[in-house]
Antibody, heavy 121, light 108 residues
Framework: QVHLVQSGAEVKTPGASVKVSCKASGYTFSGNYMHWVRQAPGQGLEWMGW????????NYAQKFQGRVTMTRDTSISTAYMELTRLRSADTAVYYC??????????????WGQGTTVTVSS | QSALTQPRSVSGSPGQSVTISCIGT?????????VSWYQQHPGKAPKLMIY???ERPSGVPDRFSGSKSGNTASLTISGLQAEDEADYYCCSYAGSVVFGGGTKLTVL
């Protein structure tokens, strides 16, 4: 069975960085693109970018260019999302989500449970 | 790329049908059949309900259907059930991924 298990909740001060992990199981990790999507409290879904676990290639939403870095460690089937220069507006639940093999990038068939990141002084 | 436009809320009684619209542009929804829909219950991760405008993943009831006309995609839920009460998000792709603002479905 396919699972994405994310790291635990984080509390950060403004200006700090956060790195969230997403461990995949039940499928070949390098065979499927991985998205990162966030959701601020009471708000909608916001796409942050994706990573190709096979090549390490990335595509970031323009809004996060320069502040986000997506990486992976194929040896442990884990994707990472690091966001720097945090501000209160970055308080949100962060999700990783898998693209099914052979599908286009807008399809996300398996989601992690979410990681709550709180930015507060 | 601007967010897709969805109504903030829709409602219907059990057994009825409701349709949620998702308005894009000729550069995203109108130009490609790259539309997906996600259901999200409070405190839960989103769940894929429709992809490629009208395709249902295995396990999604056939009460859920998708369509598209011009720059507007639609999700129709027929035979409403209490468990369908949730937020629904459309999603499209045109070089980057964009979500709609979300629609809260209330089952009366």
């Amino acid at each position: 069975q396919v699972h994405l298990v994310q790291s635990g909740a984080e509390v950060k001060t403004p200006g700090a960085s956060v790195k969230v992990s997403c461990k995949a199981s039940g499928y070949t990790f390098s065979g499927n693109y991985m998205h990162w999507v966030r959701q601020a409290p009471g708000q909608g879904l916001e796409w942050m970018g994706w990573i190709n676990p096979y090549t390490g290639g990335t595509n970031y939403a323009q809004k996060f260019q320069g502040r986000v870095t997506m990486t992976r460690d194929t040896s442990i089937s884990t994707a990472y999302m690091e966001l720097t220069r945090l501000r209160s507006a970055d308080t949100a639940v962060y999700y990783c989500a898998r693209v099914p093999q052979g599908a286009m990038y807008y399809v996300m068939d398996v989601w992690g449970q979410g990681t709550t990141v709180t930015v507060s002084s | 790329q601007s967010a897709l436009t969805q109504p903030r809320s829709v409602s219907g009684s059990p057994g009825q049908s409701v349709t949620i619209s998702c308005i894009g542009t000729s550069s995203d929804v109108g130009d490609y059949n790259y539309v997906s829909w996600y259901q999200q219950h409070p405190g839960k991760a989103p769940k894929l309900m429709i992809y490629a405008v009208s395709e249902r993943p295995s396990g999604v009831p056939d009460r859920f259907s998708g369509s598209k006309s011009g720059n507007t995609a639609s999700l129709t839920i027929s035979g409403l059930q209490a468990e369908d009460e949730a937020d629904y998000y459309c999603c499209s792709y045109a070089g980057s991924v964009v979500f709609g603002g979300g629609t809260k479905l209330t089952v009366l």
